[in-house]
């Protein structure tokens, strides 16, 4: 990402909190004066030794400066620690937010370990940023300032001062650049060993089964040094600025005492002038430092920002209608609920489609099946009815009415999903069950828990509906059921499930399927089948291959009529058990 970029978006960043930065630097240039003013003080306090003049008055006026300066420095870092807290925070709440707001799709084409690190790591780097723009502006202020005084002083030894400054900063800007390109590649390579790590460890189970705990923390490990390498890298570099501004200072300070001795021994420098010049030289090494510093820190939070800004190419989705609501005439008591005419779709513009011209009713109330092999666009069709994903071609309507006349939120809350994985959120069994629906009384909770016969498991548990999900007492099939509730509670018009008893036992499976016909009874209830077993009752099955609606009808109708639904039934061993339905 080019440079103008990215200091664009950190400008972006800080913006909100310009006010608190202004006063920043005002405090800060006040400070830089009082620290220009202490050397001038102090030859006029030498003066005075000289002259017999009282010493009250001008060491009175060197002790405020003194602790004005302090007082005011003081104040300044109270206020920039506060600021960089407070732009990392808004950093942080932005990213998070566009992380929720996102179109799934895009989410998932990203490492989860890699969009944490964003959340984290990369925004953490704006702390030192966030001030490093007043820190340039003070140091070089206090820079300047401090040059000027030393010509006032003394014009051949400020000569010798600038050719220093010169030499060391031509070499310092050689370098700034490398810190910018080594911050950038540690920041990369922490992200890759973020998801790396998290990939492994959700994975844990495989993992230890596989044998092959050697072999991925290995490679995690491969990416930590990775990392280690880099940043490694990005500290040289920035020693290695510290080192020559340090010394050239140093270097600096002896050739302009050899100078200033040798002209105060001619009588060409008064010793006072010769001291405070010397002061002023010292304090050299405050602007220059702070100018290194702040570089550095402005270099890793120009870095941050253009991760950051990456982003933004996290399409959202959108929250209003696309489309103007059309007069409502009412749909028809016994139309679909959900209606798909010519409905294509792809992941990305240069992937293939996924589906194609799927034409599909959705009944009102009833168990409609989806099976088909693996790839033939069931999860797909599942993320077209959430919005996970948009139609290329065609449209989906719900009661009637295009998918564009309502907005997401409006099309969710009409459907309730159970997912294969069925992922619990963090907290109790209370709170996942009450997810949808946080308003949700307990009476309500333990209906839907006794639908998927849990009610009973959970009493016999020390913490009932307070017992925290991350509790070993809770099996995975528990968890699937769990989930099951989350959707039943209060059921929305359409049920949504991808294989809700890949993770129970024939007990509970059974358990399971009767809550299914009792809500196929009153609503629509939608499932992807990978085992047959799970809709041999259902009102409608629907074959997908290829992306296309290959067949439609009973488990008897298909059998007879499809080879393909007659493979997978065979596929599963159900045919075993009715061998009359083999093919003639």
Request: charged share 20%.
């Amino acid at each position: 990402m080019a440079e103008p970029t990215r200091i664009r978006t950190l400008l972006a960043l800080l913006r909100p909190h310009r006010r608190t930065m202004a006063l920043g630097l005002g405090l800060g240039l006040v400070a830089n004066g009082a620290g220009l003013a202490t050397p001038m003080v102090t030859k006029w306090v030498l003066d005075s030794l000289g002259d017999g003049i009282e010493l009250v008055r001008p060491v009175a006026v060197l002790l405020a400066l003194v602790v004005v300066g302090a007082a005011i420095t003081l104040w300044q870092w109270l206020l920039l620690g506060r600021l960089a807290e407070r732009v990392v925070l808004d950093a942080r709440t932005s990213v998070i937010r566009r992380y929720f707001r996102a179109r799934v799709g895009d989410l998932q084409r990203r490492s989860t370990g890699e969009l944490v690190t964003r959340a984290t790591s990369d925004t953490g780097l704006l702390h030192e940023a966030s001030g490093s723009m007043i820190g340039l502006i003070n140091a070089a202020v206090g820079l300047v300032g401090t040059l000027i005084l030393m010509g006032v002083l003394d014009l051949v030894l400020l000569a010798w001062t600038l050719t220093a400054v010169v030499v060391v900063s031509a070499m310092m800007a050689a370098l700034m650049p490398r810190i910018g390109t080594a911050q950038t590649a540690a920041q990369e390579s922490v992200g890759q060993l973020g998801g790396a790590l998290e990939g492994a460890l959700r994975a844990i189970r495989t993992v230890k089964a596989s044998r092959a705990e050697a072999r991925q923390s290995g490679y995690v490990i491969d990416r930590a040094r990775d990392a280690a390498s880099h940043s490694i890298r990005a500290a040289q570099i920035s020693a290695t600025v510290w080192i020559i501004a340090w010394t050239g200072i140093q270097l600096a300070v002896i050739l302009i005492l050899g100078v200033g001795a040798w002209r105060a021994h001619l009588g060409l420098l008064e010793v006072s002038t010769l001291v405070a010049f010397l002061l002023y030289v010292f304090q050299l090494m405050g602007p220059i430092t702070e100018l290194t510093q702040n570089v550095t820190a402005l270099q890793a939070g120009i870095a941050a920002a253009g991760r950051l800004n990456e982003l933004g190419a996290i399409e959202l989705e959108p929250t209003s209608r696309q489309r103007s609501v059309p007069p409502v005439t009412g749909a028809p008591a016994d139309g679909p609920i959900l209606t798909l005419r010519a409905v294509s779709a792809r992941y990305g513009p240069e992937a293939a489609p996924v589906l194609r011209g799927i034409d599909l009713e959705i009944a009102r109330r009833g168990h409609t099946a989806i099976v088909g092999p693996s790839g033939a666009g069931k999860t797909t069709l599942f993320s077209l009815l959430l919005r996970f994903l948009e139609p290329e071609h065609g449209e989906v309507l719900l009661d009637g009415r295009p998918y564009a006349t309502y907005t997401h939120d409006e099309v969710r809350t009409r459907l309730a999903y159970v997912e294969q994985e069925t992922p619990v959120v963090p907290g109790t069994i209370g709170d996942n069950v009450r997810f949808t629906h946080p308003d949700a009384t307990d009476d309500e909770v333990r209906t839907a828990l006794e639908a998927v016969r849990l009610a009973d498991k959970v009493d016999e548990l020390p913490d009932g509906l307070d017992t925290s999900l991350a509790s070993t007492d809770v099996s995975g099939g528990q968890r699937q059921r769990i989930a099951l509730a989350r959707a039943l509670l209060r059921t929305p018009d359409v049920l949504l499930l991808d294989e809700a008893t890949a993770q129970v036992d024939g007990l509970t499976e059974a358990a399971l399927h009767d809550c299914i016909k009792q809500r196929a009874a009153d609503g629509a209830v939608v499932t992807i089948a990978h085992r047959l077993s799970t809709v041999l009752d259902a009102d409608r099955i629907i074959v997908l291959e290829e992306g296309r609606v290959r067949a439609q009808g009973t488990h008897h109708e298909l059998i007879s009529s499809d080879e393909l639904y007659r493979r997978l039934v065979e596929a599963l061993r159900i045919a075993a058990d009715q061998p009359s339905l083999s093919p003639a």
